[in-house]
């Protein structure tokens, strides 16, 4: 079982008068690893980095980060450069110090991660571009978590979207209005990982239940996040080989895979767990064509008539935590075409609503 | 003109679902033997951890088959201790009240057709109702002289049906898969009578290791080690299987197997076709085992003498390991005091194809060996002009690619490199791939990965019955060597020692070394 060792005791503090002393910081980085245990027998440590992660926060925010980050350490072994923005005015202008989070992997191997927690005043905050450059591991993807807003000044801010191999957001977020096509969702949105339980769920019931007909639905319906909800139904248009038809009117009108059209619609309910509380889909027929699917405490729960059938089931749910989320982004490379597909079929259909 | 007909539409796009881990179909899992410690330490913690991970469908079932007497409560209970003990999992209340009702519990024999009748009869109920579930999968956690028994009464009450109404049936079987190619055959016959071979999935666990699979990978995936993978720049390939333990209980079994059998023939072979094979034309189960079918095939068999002058045979005396003394394997629980069973085997094979030809491979196995490691090391030719020799540097160590099985798993490569400073030195270095740096999770257990295949009927970590029948002629034809009057001796070497001196002379006498672990 993996176990968080107290990251207080390899702390070294670095504190530099409104200049940054890169080397100063490298020198405590190198100075964590030549901690000497003083407990008789010493577990193998190993210092583990397979991405670079800039994570901007708040001021004051680390508290609030602080598990979120051990936790997303152990699931993706990283350098972490934390940016927390400090008040206007605040001396030092820019101060540092190093710290590694620890776990503990069968066997009693150390896997350590090391963080770098950059603190900043906003009349210093144009130098952190260069900063992160400068500390970024040689020769590993650097992924720019931008999760909150920050008062950092817009040119870092833009800055450090263009350092970035891969800036990660989480549209749930995000103002409903901001449904886009920016390329900025494409590289990678937590929404799309969150959406994984049900999307296997409702995903796997449709391939194993060939005996329910997708191509007589003609009505859909998905309630849940403004960002989730869209999102989904993109992605079940994939699954289901709908296209849009450009121009409609009333509702998401869609065709399916036998040129008949269907009709979408979403119901937004706040930030469900996993994005999504509730999928109908159903036939013009819907008492004998129909496939519920909703949330009921830990389970999704899929009702499925088709004919004389009734199928029931319980899929025990269990969301992704953050980490897990961003982990599922990295091993991706920002490149799930899958999602993609799922994006540009879902903006169609909500540019088609009105 | 005829005109070719537009592929049909398909229900769903399955790129949909590519990214998503594959769930297989709901499925009754019948386990015989569930008594044993297999399905309590390994089985049912595997399909905990399957469930808690949502990759069991949730319909699924689990039915355990077994002589002793107890309750549906019983067995729960029991396999719920299993889980908490070994599961790697953290215990969860939420997913055991799920996957609890699902655990049923048969007593009976495997030779009565009652049991069978039972069975039947419970496999009827779960057919009906909401949560309806058809397909089957049969688990033989039981030894091979059950195999029979169990899939003859299985065929007389009707249970091996897969027509389309009644799902799919698969049926699992453990290693050893007979202890001879005349034993095997005779095993797969039996089998063969109600099961056709896609429905045979034949576990080799090691090949559901994470890094086992990782070999292909790493070798398909990179285009920069195919190309020198080959006899023009391969020296020669060791792959050892080294294990600290003895026969921990097993004596009764492995004092009848030996090494070769219990290892050699499947284990080392299976990491040596993988080593070995040419890449497959897709990575679907056909096509890989076809490949490393070819490998096996090209095998070179020689005569008894010439078998027995590429291989040793040892067993292990008293010693040292880790600092504790253990006491020779005749002195084991369980061993005759004067067995000859085989602790220790090493071997110099060699391929007749076009990749490998004249490239040895060295493969051992051995118990009470200073550690536990299973490696696969591919040692390179040196460099064909000694550049350095006149600037005092001797002859350098040879590139190494060293893929580490277990435990710390990783892949490292040994290059030479310049040592800093004003003299001319070169030193051996290496370059590192752990897994536990580079990924944070740890891997799943080997028979998660089985089990959740075996679901949804992907065989390509399965041993294919022609595998199996090439690796026992190999063994056969090694024991039958062993065997013959004036055959090879039973070397000895101490517990904790890396084995018999007669291995070492085997690389010796031809410049070469075994690598130290």
Known sequence: MAQTVDPARFQHVDSIEDRFDIKAVEDALANLWGYEDDTATSPDTIRACSVNIILPVAHDGYDAWQNRIADLARQVPSRILLLEETPAG????????????????????LVCSEMVHIRTAPQACLLLPSICRALAVSGLPLLHLSLEGTGMDPQAVHALFELADLTVIDSEQLAESLWSDDPVYYGGDLVWPRLTPWRSAVGHFIATCEEFDTSAIRHVEVTGSHAAAPLFAGWLGCLLRWQTIPGASAGSRVRAADGKELEISFDYDGTPCCGISGLTLTGDDSARNRLAVDMDDEYIVIDARFGRTHVETRVSIRPLSFAEEVASIVHSHGADAVYGQARRLALTMLSSVS | MQSISAKPETRIDADALADLPRIGAPAVIVIFGASGDLTHRKLVPALYNLSAQSLLDERSQIIGVARRDKSDKQFRAEMEEGIRTYSHVAFDERIWRSLAPRIRYIRGSFDDADTYARLGACLSDLRTGDAAVRNRVYYLATPPRSFGTIVGHLSQAGLTSDDPDAGFVRIIVEKPFGHDLETAQALNGEIATAFREDQIFRIDHYLGKETVQNVLVF?????????????????????TAAESIGVEGRAGYFDRAGMARDMLQSHLLQLLTLIAMEPPVAFEARAVHDEKVKVLRSLRLPDAETLRSVSVRAQYGTGAIAGEQVVGYCDEEGVAADSQTETYVAIRLELDNWRWAGVP???????????RATEVAIQFKQPPFALFERSGVPRLDANVLAIRIQPDEGISLKFASKVPGHDFHVDPVQMDFLYSRAFGIEPPEAYERLLMDAVAGDSTLFARIDEVELGWRLTDALRAAWQEPGGSDLARYEAGSWGPREADLLLEREGRRWRRL
Do not use: M
């Open chain 1, 90 to 109: 605040s001396k030092p202008a820019i101060d540092a110090h190093v710290t590694a989070t620890c776990h503990r992997r069968k066997g009693g191997t």
């Open chain 2, 219 to 239: 070798r398909l995936a990179n285009g920069i080690f195919e190309p020198l993978w080959n006899r023009r720049y391969v020296d020669h390939v060791q792959i």
């Open chain 2, 361 to 371: 491979f060295y493969l051992r196995t051995g118990k009470r060996l200073p550690k």
